[in-house]
């Protein structure tokens, strides 16, 4: 069995090499995406009466795949990055060395913010699924865990964080890639 703490490492590791192979352009967008993915779930709760009123109000499961689906289906349209001439132009180019770092930067920031925002989503739903048991004292890593669930993205990127978020990618998306 693998704790999710372990597993949470595992593939940031992963979204980092996947990041260096792609490079920092395409990387930034999955992290707008992702950015995109909670400024939607957080409007979503916080201001339309259905969903604040029925799922959010209920949690459990219901939110959790409607929070789950929502960053997904996002992260994965983040990956299928379109052929934008300005994503192929020289500016973007994957030549040198600090190119391919700031993608594997980037692509592990990818990472930490898609599966933390998952295990978050499923710490606050308390873990309903018999095949991922929650955090209990006397597992390894427990106080890690804990202290590192504090820190995931949908904890600290919430109003009015998230808003300067999905601006200034909007913004960066106007100045760099148009």
Do not use: C
């Not at 052929?83 to 594997?104: C, K, M, P």
């Not at 999905?166 to 890639?177: C, E, P, R, S, T």
């Amino acid at each position: 069995m693998v704790s999710l703490y372990v597993l949470f490492w595992m593939y940031i590791v992963l979204f980092a090499i996947i990041g260096a192979m792609r490079g920092w352009a395409k990387e930034l967008m999955v992290t707008f995406s992702v950015a995109l993915g909670l400024f939607i779930i957080t409007v979503l709760e916080t201001y339309v009466g259905i969903v604040r009123n029925s799922i959010a109000a209920v949690g459990g499961v219901s939110q959790f795949w409607m929070r789950t689906t929502i960053v997904v289906m996002l992260v994965f349209f983040g990956y299928q990055t379109p052929n934008i001439r300005a994503l192929q132009g020289a500016r973007f180019a994957r030549e040198h060395l600090q190119d391919t770092l700031l993608g594997f930067l980037l692509g592990a920031f990818n990472g930490y913010l898609v599966v933390g925002s998952l295990w978050w989503f499923l710490h606050k739903a308390g873990y309903p699924f018999e095949a991922i048991l929650p955090l209990q004292p006397g597992f390894p890593q427990y106080d890690s865990a804990l202290r590192l669930i504090e820190l995931l993205p949908p904890e600290w990127l919430t109003i009015p964080w998230i808003y300067f978020a999905v601006g200034v990618a909007f913004l960066f998306i106007i100045i760099v890639f148009i």
